[in-house]
């Protein structure tokens, strides 16, 4: 099924604008014609901006720091209000953040609005943790003293975000960061940049009602090389980077070449086993969501389903059938399920790879074909693709980020559990079963190899409580909820001798 037609360019501008306006954005201010904000809807540029240069980055990292400065000794509970203020404007913006959202990634509105959401969650998260910023003591071998750990905050951190998250991971980084004590330099996907001024507007009002300093969150508008600057710069002790696995290795070694700290957030390239006790009703509406939602762009997109052969053709019949009623079209219409791809690249990426997957012996059982091409020449509406593949072969262990399911099947448990480990990628996995015993193993240390394992839970659409992030090629990164706060601050360990007499560890003695 596809949806009549797609919004036109100027309403989706007309939107844009009202949205900017609703979240405090002077546009005027941020025009120019070195950068273009994009919509992937129809496929047309909205306005020109001007993207900032090298010489701004510093500006911005220089500011950072200043406000750091103060921030880093302003009590963490205090830091914590201008948070919950924070989370109070996202949630009155709410709506025009989600335009926003849908306008330059192409979500659909549940799914933009469910980002927004996101963003408020890890507010509150971060209001609270902003009293718990726990240190340990432990006992100390001397008679005397005291062992702890106190933790500070780090200074100004780097934040490079992907398109496909363009608010939540920005909120991720920047709620923690600030309670921790950091202050932000984000730099923002460059086919995202009217989310992020949206953003930042309305941190700079929370910041100005709850008296914290100026310039604890800069953004910095346009390609990588604004980037660069953040990756290089000694002033930036973290640099928290989402995006491909190609990026990743350049910001990487790059940040530590100079001994920064780099929190990775790459690709993945996720996978899902279905055993025979599975519930097969749950399994199917699971993996068409995380499979075919966001039009395939989530770093936890189902790539890859490793069925047991007893039900392999029935299970690919039922995706088949739903993905045959999946809506495909403008994102803004309430009955869409699948938007358009990000831009003509993505397409061109996603056909290739339905190419090589047939030249390697797949057999292609639903999508692939362009749709809406008429109605907009210069937007990627695609139906989602399921490929039957003989065997896990190159093209399967690339991330292909599109709506493109592999479907392998297997034997045993353990075969599927080496199927699923063997790509370069460690981000998100689940298992369908209804047998504790194949949960359990799946969980086990010889399990699933990913930073997130499911049991009947697709692999996309993690909470904010848990730490999130992947191993292996993905980066290591964890961000989020539980202990991902550590990464934003460093650790003292603090020997406090109150016994009036010189007692070295491990009874060393010196005395003359
Ligand atoms: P991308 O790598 O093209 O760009 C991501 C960001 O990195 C952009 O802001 C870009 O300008 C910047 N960048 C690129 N090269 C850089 C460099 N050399 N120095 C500094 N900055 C640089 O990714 P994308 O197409 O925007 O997003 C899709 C990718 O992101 C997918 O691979 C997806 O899996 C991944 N992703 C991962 C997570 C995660 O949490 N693991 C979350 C979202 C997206």
């Not at 399990?447 to 904010?464: F, R, W, Y």
């Not at 964890?478 to 360990?493: L, V």
Request: with cysteine.
């Amino acid at each position: 099924m596809v949806t009549a037609a797609v919004s036109s360019t100027d309403d989706v501008r007309a939107r844009a604008e009202a949205a900017l306006a609703g979240c405090g954005v002077e546009l005027a201010a941020f025009k120019g014609d070195t950068l273009t904000a994009r919509t992937p809807i129809t496929g047309a540029g909205l306005f020109g901006l001007r993207a900032d240069t090298p010489a701004d980055a510093d500006r911005a990292v220089e500011a950072a720091h200043t406000a750091f400065l103060t921030w880093r000794t302003t009590p963490a509970p205090v830091r914590g209000a201008l948070v919950k203020r924070l989370g109070e404007l996202l949630a009155e913006h709410r709506e025009q953040l989600a335009d926003l959202v849908t306008v330059e990634a192409g979500k659909i509105r549940s799914e933009a609005l469910g980002e927004v959401q996101e963003m408020v969650d890890i507010c509150d998260f971060a209001v609270g943790l902003s009293r718990q910023l726990y240190g340990r003591t432990m006992p100390s071998e001397r008679p005397g003293h005291r062992l702890m750990e106190t933790w500070h905050p780090l200074g100004v951190v780097g934040v490079i975000t992907a398109f496909n998250f363009p608010v939540a991971v920005w909120a991720w980084n920047t709620a923690v960061a600030l309670v921790c004590g950091d202050t932000v330099v984000w730099k923002p996907s460059e086919l995202t940049p009217l989310t992020a001024l949206a953003c930042t507007a309305l941190l700079d009002r929370a910041a100005a009602e709850t008296g914290a300093p100026a310039h604890l969150n800069q953004v910095l508008l346009g390609a990588a090389e604004a980037g660069e600057r953040l990756v290089d710069s000694p002033r930036v002790p973290l640099v928290s980077a989402t995006g491909s696995t190609r990026m990743g290795r350049t910001v990487g070694p790059r940040v530590a070449a100079r001994f920064g700290r780099a929190l990775l957030e790459l690709g993945g390239n996720n996978a899902a086993v279905v055993t025979p006790s599975a519930d097969l009703d749950l399994t199917v509406n699971a993996a068409v969501f995380a499979a075919a939602g966001t039009a395939g762009q989530r770093c936890t997109t189902l790539r890859r389903l490793i069925v047991h052969e007893d039900v392999a053709d029935t299970v690919v019949e039922r995706l088949v059938r739903a993905y045959g009623r999946l809506p495909i079209g403008d994102p803004f219409r309430d009955t869409t399920l699948v938007g358009p791809l990000v831009n003509q690249a993505s397409h061109t990426r996603m056909q290739a790879a339905l190419d090589r997957a047939a030249a390697d012996g797949g057999t292609l059982v639903a999508g692939g074909e362009r749709q809406l091409a008429e109605a907009a020449p210069d937007a990627y509406y695609v139906r989602p693709a399921i490929v039957r593949m003989p065997a896990q072969t190159d093209v399967v262990r690339e991330e292909t980020f599109a709506p493109l399911l592999y479907v392998l099947t297997y034997r045993d448990l353990d075969e599927a559990i080496r199927l699923h480990n063997d790509v370069p990628q460690g981000l998100s996995s689940g298992i369908f079963t209804n047998d504790q015993r194949e949960a359990e193993r799946f969980l086990a240390a010889d399990g699933a190899d990913c930073g997130i394992v499911n049991v009947n839970i697709g692999t996309s659409g993690a909470e904010i409580g848990g730490a999130f992030g992947g191993e292996k090629e993905t980066g290591g990164g964890r961000e989020s909820g539980s202990d991902a706060w550590r990464a934003y601050m460093r650790r003292a360990t603090n020997t406090v001798n109150y016994s009036g007499r010189v007692t070295l560890a491990q009874g060393v003695n010196f005395s003359r």
